[in-house]
């Protein structure tokens, strides 16, 4: 193999080995015996486990950060890019699922920014200015557009959490009951909400 070659053949085993067992189940050890190469050459590739766990979260966060721009820069309907944006995600839990198994997770390496979490924060960024026109014209106060976008944002995220191991029912159905419970709950939002369930003195 090329240098370039077994680079990729060793970002390939790590990636499984990641998903499999999440970082700290995963070692140098492993990625080599499946690699079938000696460990140094995984320290002279990477420099060692963490190296290699930043290159693969790094290509994933890529990956997922271009499936949710499209939508996301589409425009249009509200609707649409609700819809648009869950299919995307549950589209590259589909294609991609051991990468999203290695965002979810937690790991000693992950930073605050460029991990899953930083990212949903990023789209959430996007839809709250979409919803912020929504709520104008709907005579809702825009400033709790932000709050809005996190709570929408972080459901689509969730589900495809959920989802991910589930696999029932369809892609195309979970995304229309997401937009379903999105869309026809933010079509009647009350103006100024209250717990009812409260006793209020």
Known sequence: MTGTQRRAQLLDVSRR?????????????????????SKPVVYEHF?????????????EIQALTRALSAPLEEGGHPKA????T???LL????????????????????????????LIGDVATQVEHLLADQFRSQG???????????????????TGQWWLDARRPSKD????HIVNLAWNGLSGLERRPMLTSLDVE
């Not at 080995?17 to 190469?37: C, H, N, P, Q, Y």
């Not at 420099?47 to 290509?59: C, H, P, Q, S, T």
């Not at 159905?173 to 229309?176: D, G, H, I, S």
């Open 140 to 158: 809702q106060d825009p400033k709790t557009a932000p709050m809005y976008a996190q709570m929408l944002v972080g459901m689509v995220a969730l």
């Open 47 to 59: 420099g060692g486990k963490e190296g290699v766990y930043a290159v693969v979260v790094d290509r």
């Open 86 to 88: 869950t299919l995307a």
């Open 81 to 84: 890019l609700v819809e648009r």
């Open 17 to 37: 080995l990641f998903a499999e067992k999440g970082f700290d189940g995963t070692s140098v050890e492993e990625i080599a015996a499946r690699a079938e190469v």
């Open 173 to 176: 159905q979970v995304a229309a």
């Open 91 to 118: 589209g590259y839990i589909e294609t991609s699922e051991d990468g999203f198994r290695i965002l979810v997770r937690d790991s000693p390496v992950a930073q605050a920014t460029g991990t899953f979490s930083s």
